[in-house]
């Protein structure tokens, strides 16, 4: 029997190993895109004309961006909902962008559409500027609070782990979207917020679990507790992602094209934030070099004060 859970705890230790060399290559490759190819930034960002409209008849996108692209002079992102009846264009702001009121009209009268005007606003670069700088302020205030919290709350070690996998899971989420070019507007900035609470309880609950077992077992080895921690909490966690990423996909396939940014941030960041509770918040600490009596010897210490 002691054979048989010696082999178990090998076989884990080797694979969260394995794990955390494989997220490290895919952070690089993260930091990589981000780096070279940057973010596509939306219009939330980079200013310019959002233009909401409705069309009595019900066509496919495909068709739609083709009546655009012979009438529009320049670049633009196109959205529907509705089941393709309600529009919504984006135009970068720039010398040869149409102002947002006057092309929809001259469109109408040449698209053989019935198109009823919803809303058309013009958001400055300015503006855009200011939001990229209070966004990078939140995200950064949140971790500073982060690591106040779990510098009182955990060993460094384990604290170090927490923070590593936060990060992680942020890179690799933005990595996403730099090498598909998909469009980074503020409500993929929410989802991003999001994804630091979530992958940060996941650590924080295999880290209590790993300093509940060191506190009352000194005899085992670091990576015996820490196996055992993600034994103990690894159903939990399953099931916990398991029931977000079905509401997730709820929004991902019902919620329209105007969420679905936002549904692919949190469903790629859950399941990297999952996967990183083992193969980094519980993987750094070893490495590290954290050991099982850390907390006895504590405890020793503080008993021999005079």
């Known amino acids: 029997m002691n054979a048989l859970l010696l082999k178990q705890t090998e076989a884990l230790s080797k694979f969260r190993l394995a794990s955390f060399y494989f997220a490290s290559i895919f952070t690089l490759l993260a930091l990589f895109s981000l780096f070279f190819k ?4 939306g219009l939330d960002f980079t200013g310019g004309y959002l233009t909401e409209f409705t069309t009595q008849q019900s066509i496919t996108q ?11 002079p320049d670049t633009f992102q196109l959205s529907s909902a509705e089941n393709g009846t309600y529009w919504s264009v984006q135009q970068v702001d720039n010398d040869r962008s149409l102002k947002g009121k006057t092309w929809l009209t001259e469109f109408s009268e040449h698209s053989g559409l019935t198109i ?6 013009y958001i400055g670069s300015q503006v855009g500027d200011e939001l990229i700088d209070q966004g990078g302020l939140a995200l950064l205030t949140s971790v500073i609070v982060i690591l106040f919290y779990l ?5 460094w070690r384990l604290a170090a782990g927490s923070v590593l996998a936060l990060f ?5 989420v933005l990595g996403i979207f730099s090498w598909f070019e998909l469009s980074f507007d503020l409500t993929i900035l929410a989802s991003l917020l999001a994804i630091i609470g979530y992958s940060l309880n996941d650590s924080i609950i295999v880290g209590d679990k790993v300093r509940e077992i060191m506190k009352r077992n000194k005899e085992d080895k670091i990576e015996a507790i820490i196996n055992l921690a993600i034994k103990s909490t690894i159903v939990r966690t399953l099931i916990t992602s398991g029931t977000t990423l079905a509401t ?3 929004i991902w396939f019902f919620a329209g094209e105007s969420l679905s940014g936002f549904a692919i941030a949190l469903f790629s960041g859950i399941l990297v934030g999952t996967f990183s509770s083992t193969a980094i918040s519980a993987t750094v600490p070893q490495l590290l070099g954290l050991t099982a009596d850390y907390y006895h010897k504590k405890d020793e210490e ?5």
Not at 116 to 121: E, F, L, N, V, W
Not at 302 to 306: D, T
Request: charged share 15%; aromatic share 8%; net charge negative.
């Open 302 to 306: 503080i008993c021999q004060l005079p």
């Open 248 to 250: 997730i996909l709820a």
């Open 38 to 41: 940057g973010l596509n930034l």
């Open 151 to 155: 510098s009182f709350r955990f060993e």
């Open 62 to 72: 495909n068709k739609m961006e083709g009546l655009l692209t012979s009438f529009l």
């Open 168 to 172: 992680h899971d942020v890179i690799i």
């Open 116 to 121: 009823m005007p919803q809303d058309a606003i």
